[in-house]
């Protein structure tokens, strides 16, 4: 199972772009309509650390989903790692997900009968990589987080805090273009939601570029760089000067 | 970032079996139940089949072993169809048709059989008494439980054969403290007891005399009532339309000539439409196993929605989520398949062994079954892997 190579569908972007949005719109035809993103613009450079913040109905959900091409915007575009999201067909899009985004999620989403490491490999799953590989990255990526004595624990006998890690392990092995995370710390305590802050901005300091959803401004206040959103459109987009770098 | 080259998603083959098996593995319960229905079905087809031909392979053995040569011609009874009695002459007319290898008479005998000479002339116990050949057993290709049958020098004398039915209703097994029995106000002794005879099981019932000692004892005129026929097997046929015209002349449409064998073909016909009957009882129990994984498929994907929405996420295809619930339900039905032809052959195995059969279960039997359980599979698993395949990324994570 493959879909086509996707060269022609490559948009140019400034050097060190990963991310650019324009003009984006998301309205769902209920009634009445919903506009849950009015036109929105933002880009992220590669190696950001970049919060999203906005209380719940801003649109936060709606942008991850937009910028992470799960779902389609109703009108402006979406351009990830050089690919533009108009131009990519459904297969194409989850080719692009396979290898350039990366997915953190408030309630983890591991699967339960697996082990730590099995969960992190199923992060390359889509890759075509072979299991064998796989598990040897996995065990790299999970080494990298703190789990290197965790590995074959089956994610139910892991704490929250552990399994956060695993999915951040798993969002990362892949060495994707962007990781997006959606309340990575919505189901934690505040000492764990310090460690896994903690770990973001590390993962951050070697090379990777995050974006972080949260309505926690105090978790926002860590990173350099926030978005506000309210009522589907940017109330502010700020250099952070309290960050620590 | 620069723009770049994007190698579509892939999910290699194995993979494919990995991620097909998780429902399995992780709901080990819910699967076994539901691999259960069509293990059932499986297995009742399976086993249905089995016994079927380890049964007709068992008569096919009888039928060789008795052979399908042997003929009876009989007087027809009733009005207008004559006294009964075939020609006094008829034996003899019929020995003389050239493929006839060996004919054997019975005639009827007008008495009673009875253990003592105390029990009421009225409880016959359903035994007739027959008159017949020394070389009847030679003929029918019969066995004796014990004793000897009659021969040249016993026939004339008092002495009686029984058959299986006969000697179990007088309560003799065996002949060694040489057993009497009363027969027609005459002592007679017992000399042999007859096996169950497959071809003629009216002679089960009776008690065989010889033709002299009919005659002397019983007041009997020995006229045939039955001529049983041995011919070459390759004139079985050509002997059947000679005979009515051979034994009596006269009349020929009084003649009755029928073939023993085709009562136990008869029979195995018989059988036959039960395993029909049971095959499709069996086919309905694979229906409902196939509803069954349907159902417990689509109950799967509603409760797997988030893990539809991750994989969509990790970059799997619409197609790699209907490619896994399809091969789930596909690995079930096969589960369900590999233990119904393993229950089904151990069935016939149990049964057949107890009937001292041989174990037969014919390809078409387990081929076609564990075929029968992935096409069920197929079509069970394709619904379910549509439906988790069209839920959209967004609506499927949507899930707290």
């Known amino acids: 199972m493959t879909a086509p190579a996707l060269d022609r569908e490559a948009a140019p972007l400034p050097p060190g772009r990963v991310l650019s949005i324009r003009d984006v719109t998301k309205v769902y035809p209920t009634e009445p309509p919903v506009h849950a993103l009015a036109g929105v613009s933002l880009d992220v450079d590669e190696g950001e650390l970049v919060a999203v913040v906005g209380p719940s109905g801003s649109g936060k959900s709606t942008l991850l989903h937009v910028m992470g091409t799960l779902d389609r915007p109703t009108s402006g575009d979406v351009v990830v790692a050089g690919h533009s999201v108009n131009a990519l067909s459904d297969r194409q899009l989850s080719s692009l997900r396979a290898r350039r985004i990366g997915f953190v999620f408030q309630q983890f989403h591991l699967l339960n009968g697996y082990t730590a490491l099995d969960n992190v490999a199923d992060g390359l799953l889509y890759s075509g990589m072979r299991l064998y590989d796989r598990r040897e990255r996995a065990a790299l990526a999970l080494a990298r987080v703190g789990l290197a004595n965790r590995m074959m624990h089956t994610a139910t006998k892991l704490s929250g805090g552990e399994k956060q890690r695993v999915a951040i392990a798993r969002a990362l092995v892949g060495r994707p273009a962007i990781v997006l995370a959606d309340e990575p710390t919505g189901n934690l305590d505040s000492h764990t939601s310090d460690s896994i802050v903690e770990l973001i901005e590390e993962l951050n300091a070697e090379g990777a570029t995050i974006v972080v959803i949260t309505h926690d401004h105090e978790v926002a206040g860590h990173f350099p760089r926030t978005i506000s959103l309210r009522d589907g459109l940017i109330e502010s987009d700020a250099l952070n000067g309290s960050g620590r770098r | 970032m620069a723009a770049s080259t994007l190698t579509p998603s892939r999910l290699h083959p194995s993979d494919l079996g990995r991620t097909a098996s998780v429902g399995l593995r992780t709901r080990k319960t819910r699967a076994g139940l539901s691999a259960l229905g069509i293990m059932i079905g499986i297995a009742a087809m399976v086993a249905v089949l089995g016994l079927s031909e380890s049964s007709k392979w068992d008569l096919l ?82 066995e004796l439980t014990a004793g000897t049958f009659l021969n040249e020098a016993t026939a004339a004398y008092p002495t009686v054969v029984l058959g299986s039915v006969a000697a179990a209703r007088l309560g003799i097994a065996d002949v060694a403290h040489q057993p009497l029995v009363w027969l027609g106000d005459q002592w007679f002794a017992v000399v042999g007891v007859l096996e169950e005879f497959d071809l003629s099981p009216n002679l089960d019932r009776a008690a065989l005399v010889g033709v002299g000692a009919a005659e002397t004892f019983l007041d009997h005129e020995a006229i045939p009532s039955s001529i049983y026929v041995r011919t070459n097997p390759q004139f079985v046929d050509d002997v059947m339309d000679v005979l009515p015209a051979t034994a009596n002349p006269q009349n020929p449409e009084e003649i009755e000539v029928s073939r023993p064998s085709d009562a136990l073909e008869a ?73 119904g032809v393993l229950l089904g052959v151990g069935v016939t195995a149990i049964y057949a062994s107890t009937q001292g059969w041989a174990i037969l279960v014919p390809t078409l039997a387990w081929a076609g079954g564990l075929a029968a359980a992935v096409v069920i599979g197929a079509v069970a698993g394709l619904y379910p892997a549509m439906r988790a395949s069209r839920l959209s990324p967004t609506e499927a994570l949507r899930t707290t």
């Open chain 2, 61 to 142: 053995a009888k039928l060789d072993r008795l052979g399908t040569n042997l003929l009876t011609v009989q007087a027809g009874q009733g009005i207008g169809a004559g006294s009964g009695q075939l020609p006094e002459e008829a034996a003899g007319m019929v020995a003389r048709i050239a493929p006839v290898e060996a004919t054997s008479s019975i005639s009827a005998v007008d008495a009673n059989v009875y253990k003592t000479d105390f029990i009421p002339s009225g409880q016959t116990g359903g035994i007739s008494v027959q008159a017949v050949d020394v070389n009847l057993l030679e003929t029918l290709g019969g």
């Open chain 2, 267 to 339: 029979r195995e016909a018989a059988s036959d439409a039960f395993t029909t009957l049971f095959l499709g009882l069996g086919a309905v129990a694979l229906l409902v196993g196939g509803v069954g994984i349907a159902n417990v498929m689509v109950i799967s994907v509603l409760e797997r929605r988030a893990e539809i929405g991750l994989r969509r996420a990790l970059g799997a295809t619409r197609r790699h989520v209907a490619a896994q619930f399809l091969g789930e339900a596909l690995l079930l039905a096969l589960v369900g398949g590999v233990g």
